[in-house]
């Protein structure tokens, strides 16, 4: 029969195929580790929650994971001491002025997906295959399929 490492106290068989420590509040004082949780692929509809232990330690150093407030989890991007860019629609020594707005007409907005990876994540979700998936085969955050299949759809081309 298993004992509690603190007490001495036997374990109840079921309590004893997961952990080496009785109910008892000193024991569970002494002995209870919590775990560390991190949140991963932030956006403005959800986060998804990890577990930080050393595989998701290495993929967060590795840049795996995207916060869209910080560009990435991975270490921080160096700055170099540059001037500082013009007010829009200036310029200023350092290069040409930025192009304004034109009236009635918004300057384009630049997509974070590539053409490609447009066609494929269109390809896989009319196979059936959930965004998740689409997004492991891809290699991208799978908030980053949802946005491309939603842009997809308001343009009519899904």
């Known amino acids: 029969m298993a004992q509690c490492i603190t007490c001495g106290t ?22 209870f580790k ?3 949780m991190v949140a991963v692929g932030l956006n403005n509809a959800a986060e998804e929650f990890l577990v930080l232990d050393d595989q998701t330690r290495a993929d967060l ?7 869209q407030r910080r560009g990435t989890f991975g270490p921080a991007a160096s700055r170099s001491p540059g001037p500082r ?11 040409p002025a930025r192009p304004r707005e034109r009236a009635g007409k918004p300057a384009p907005v630049r997509k974070p997906w590539s053409r490609s990876q447009e066609k494929l994540a269109l390809l896989y979700n009319e196979q059936g295959m959930r965004p998740a998936e689409i997004a492991q085969k891809l290699g991208v955050p799978s908030h980053l399929v949802t946005q491309i299949i939603l842009a997809a759809k308001n343009r009519g081309k899904s």
């Open 10 to 31: 036997e374990l109840h068989p079921d309590r004893a195929r997961k952990y080496n420590y009785c109910t008892a509040k000193e024991c569970q004082e002494k002995n």
């Open 34 to 36: 919590g775990l560390t």
């Open 61 to 67: 150093a590795a840049g795996k994971y995207r916060d």
């Open 85 to 95: 860019p013009a007010p829009r629609g200036s310029s200023h020594a350092g290069g």
